[in-house]
C-alpha cells in the first residue's frame, strides 16, 4: 500500500483521490479549511464537486498537513493555477524529503509566465528536478468518478520515477502512459482550454463541423508552435495530453471551459458565466499568460489573440470568428 496526499478537495483532486483509493493504496486529500474537511469526512461524498460518488474506505479527508501529507510516498497538487504558488508556500515543510510530486493542475501563472511545475520546483527548493512531474490527459472528472474507462498521461525528468508513479496511478480503469518531456505534457494540458473557448464559439454561433473541425485543428498547430519555442517535443502534442486533451475539452459540455465559450456566444458576460460555472475555468488566466509568452517569443497565436479579444477586450465572439477567417492567406506550415 502507497500513502498518497492530495493538495485540493476539487473536482479533480477528489477524482483523483477515489481513483487511486479504489486501488486500495491509503488516500488523504488535504484541506485547508477544517469546517470543509469535517463536513467531507462525515458525509464521504463530495457533493459539491463530484456528487453522488461515495469515498472508499482507504480514502479520508483532514485538515492536518500531518495527517495528509506527513507520512505520503506520492504528493499530487490539484488546485487553481491562481492559487497553486500560495498553496505550495503553506505545505512544503510537510511534504517529506524523499516524495515524489505530481502536478495535476494545468495552467500557467498569469505574473511569471511559468509553468505549474516550474512554481513547485521553485517554492520546494530542497526537491531535486527529478522528484517533481506531471499528469495530464483526456481527463473530464465526471466521467472518471463514475468508473468510465480514461487514459493521461505522467511525465518526470526521470524515467525510473515515472515508472513508479505510473504504476501506482495506473488501474483497470485508468491507464497511465509515461514521457519524459514535463514541459510538452504540461504545455499540452494548460494551453488547449484556450483552444476549447474558441471551438464553443464556433459551436455557439451554428457554424457546423466543417468550421468547428478546421478551428481545432489550426488550434493544435497554434498550441504546438508555441511549445515548442518553450521547449517542448512536437511529437507530444499528437499524444493525450496534447490532442487527446484538446478533442475531449473542444467537444464535451462536460468541459468548463468549453462551457465558458459556450456561454460567451450566447451571448452572456464573462463574469456572469464565471459565477454559473462555480469552478475554476483554467482557460481564462492561460490565456492571459500565453498572449504575453508569445509575444515575447515572437510567435504568431491568432487563436489565442481571438480569445483574448473576447474575454478582456470586449469583442464579440462573432467579431472574432469573422476576424480569424479574414486574415491573410498563407501555407499550411509543417513543425
Known amino acids: 500500500m502507497t500513502q498518497i496526499g492530495i493538495i485540493g478537495t476539487g473536482a479533480w483532486g477528489t477524482t483523483l483521490g477515489i481513483l487511486i483509493a479504489r486501488t486500495g493504496n491509503s488516500t488523504t486529500l488535504w484541506s485547508r479549511d477544517e469546517s470543509r474537511a469535517t463536513e467531507l469526512s462525515s458525509s464521504r461524498v463530495n457533493e459539491r464537486s463530484v456528487p453522488g460518488v461515495e469515498f472508499p474506505s482507504s480514502m479520508n479527508v483532514s485538515s492536518s498537513l500531518d495527517e495528509s501529507l506527513g507520512s505520503a510516498d506520492l504528493v499530487i497538487i490539484a488546485v487553481p493555477s491562481v492559487t497553486i504558488r500560495e498553496n505550495i508556500k503553506a505545505v512544503r515543510d510537510s511534504i517529506p524529503a524523499d516524495a515524489h510530486v505530481v502536478c495535476a493542475t494545468k495552467g500557467i501563472e498569469i505574473a511569471t509566465g511559468k509553468r505549474m511545475s516550474q512554481v513547485i520546483t521553485e517554492e520546494l527548493r530542497d526537491f531535486a528536478a ?19 474507462l480514461a487514459t493521461a498521461t505522467v511525465a518526470f525528468p526521470s524515467n525510473a ?12 480503469l485508468f491507464r497511465v502512459y509515461r514521457s519524459d518531456d514535463v514541459t510538452g505534457v504540461e504545455l499540452g494540458g494548460a494551453l488547449k482550454n484556450i483552444i476549447a473557448i474558441g471551438a464553443a464559439f464556433i459551436d455557439g454561433a451554428g457554424l457546423g463541423a466543417n468550421a468547428k473541425a478546421s478551428f481545432v485543428t489550426r488550434g493544435l498547430h497554434e498550441i504546438t508552435r508555441l511549445g515548442v519555442a518553450m521547449g517542448a517535443k512536437p511529437d507530444t502534442f499528437a499524444g493525450l495530453s496534447g490532442m487527446g486533451d484538446l478533442l475531449t475539452t473542444c467537444y464535451s459540455n462536460l468541459s ?9 456566444a450566447s451571448g452572456r458576460d464573462l463574469k456572469s ?6 469552478q475554476t475555468a483554467e482557460g481564462v488566466p492561460t490565456t492571459q499568460a500565453a498572449v504575453r509568452i508569445a509575444k515575447e517569443l515572437g510567435i504568431d497565436m491568432p487563436i489565442t489573440n ?7 477586450e470586449g469583442e464579440s465572439p462573432n467579431d472574432a ?3 480569424l477567417m479574414g486574415r491573410t492567406l498563407q501555407p499550411e506550415v509543417r513543425y
Open 321 to 323: 470568428i469573422k476576424d
Open 161 to 172: 520515477i515515472a515508472e513508479k508513479v505510473q504504476a501506482v496511478l495506473s488501474s483497470e
Open 273 to 278: 458565466v464565471l459565477a454559473d460555472l462555480g
Open 306 to 312: 481571438a480569445t483574448h479579444a473576447v474575454l478582456f
Open 256 to 264: 468548463r471551459n468549453y462551457r465558458l465559450g459556450f456561454g460567451l
Open 130 to 148: 527529478e522528484q517533481i512531474g506531471v499528469l495530464s490527459g483526456p481527463n473530464l472528472s465526471p466521467e472518471i468518478a463514475a468508473g468510465n
